[in-house]
């Protein structure tokens, strides 16, 4: 798993578990999302296969989650809501760069930040939880964060060398700690 260059501030999680029905909507939200995305790449690279397997087993996990997070919305009463922008993947998609080759790297390496990122956040809840089902939950959810994390990761140097990925790497880790300290704390994953 990418080591992240800025650790989530104690307050988040203080926020978050303040008002955890909204999180659980942000939460929502952000799990269809991530299908989605893998979904894009699918329909983006269908002529690389590993790629595509791949894709595949996060798409429906990541549905899985959505379900799952749907079911503990229907238990509180709660309703899904009209999508918000997530500030924090627009900053990170903002530094996807154009031209084929780039691009391809660059949403690779993004969503594996991104889910670098959900995985500590989720791990922060699951260390933190008063409630030892959703403790459970949040454990497992990290835990399949921390695996999509490295599979982007690993695909990016795959398909690219370590020469292209590594240093790209660096850079996008450092732009994620600046964007991700710069946003106001809410209580939603990002």
């Known amino acids: 798993m990418l080591n992240l260059r800025a650790l989530t501030p104690t307050h988040w999680l203080d926020c978050v578990l303040g008002d955890f029905d909204t999180f659980l909507l942000d939460h929502a939200a952000a799990e269809r999302k991530a ?34 997070v749907y079911r503990q919305l229907v238990a509180r009463d709660l309703m899904l809501a009209k999508d918000q922008k997530d500030e924090y993947v627009g900053a990170m998609r903002k530094q996807i760069r154009t031209g084929s080759d780039a691009y391809f790297l660059d949403r690779l390496l993004v969503s594996g930040i991104v889910e670098a990122r ?17 403790k459970d939950f949040y454990k497992e959810i990290a835990a399949s964060e921390a695996r999509h994390d490295d599979v982007f990761i690993g695909l990016a140097r795959m398909y690219f060398d370590a020469e292209s990925v590594e240093p790209r790497i660096e850079a996008l880790l450092n732009i994620e700690a600046e964007i991700m300290l710069g946003l106001a704390i809410r209580p939603a994953l990002h």
């Open 35 to 68: 299908s989605a995305v893998a979904l894009s790449l699918i329909s983006h690279y269908p002529d690389r296969s590993r790629l595509v397997a791949a894709m595949m087993d996060i798409a429906r996990e990541e549905l899985e989650h959505f379900y799952q």
């Open 118 to 134: 959900g995985c500590e956040r989720f791990g922060m809840i699951a260390d933190h939880h008063p409630d030892p089902t959703l």
